[in-house]
């Protein structure tokens, strides 16, 4: 069944569990990862990112997400992540998306309180909920991350003035794949949840260990996003395939979306764990 987050997180954050956001280009990453949802009868948030929009549309994930989270016997959140800019948040809205983060973490922070405020208005009114970014998580590699961790006051102030239904905090991961273990501030993520009353969000999940995941929810995080090992599951099968003696793409399609299954189901494990 298509819900928006408040559907899946508001419970998640009463409870002390998470909910993984897995972000899919394709429809064997879509199918992989509603076969894991299916079977462990878990609540999953799947969707695409702007970046990943040269892959595959707004308007080619729509088609391919919307009917499937519909006839999905769980709750399935159809989310643009990572919106950057404004077209193409309205655009993943009037498209049916059931949630966006419209991320304006780069900019200063009166205009990223500004420029969310008017967007979570927009969603709100199309009964679409809103993620934001406070403070900045960067690449795996760059700069320290803990230049731009999330203010705790500030975060407080922020939800308040814009009304967003989710907020992504900077406390130590990156995007991508990681060069050296991540160091997470538990302390900052047990302040800042105790200071507001909607879910945190983890973004740069993949790579870090099962007691990271543990200890970052127990503190107060409710929702976490994968994507690169999903996407390097999809790559393994595909090589497996191949060595299996795979020659055309219905021999590798079932290992594809079994690969990417069996690795939605391992995080799934973990994040509905208390």
Known sequence: MLVNMNDVLLPAKKAGYGVGLFNTINSEMAKGVLRAAEKLQSPVIIGTAEVLLPLASLEEIADMLLPMAKRASVPVVVHFDHGLTEEACYRALDLGFSSIMYDCSTADYETNLKKVKEMAKVAHAKGATIEAELGHVGEAGGEDPSAFYTDPQQAKEFVSNTGVDALAIAVGTAHGAYKFPPKLDFE???????????????????????????????????????????????????????????????????????????????????FLMK
């Open 188 to 270: 900052r993520i047990q302040t800042i949840a105790s200071l507001l009353p909607i879910p945190l969000v983890l973004h740069g999940g993949s790579g870090l260990t099962n007691a990271d995941f543990q200890k970052a929810i127990q503190c107060g995080i409710s929702k976490i996003n994968i994507f690169t090992d999903i996407n390097q599951a999809y790559a393994k099968a595909a090589a497996k395939a191949l060595e299996k003696g795979a020659t055309c793409a219905t021999d590798m399609l079932e290992d594809l979306i079994a690969g990417v299954a069996e690795e939605t189901e391992k995080k799934m494990k973990l």
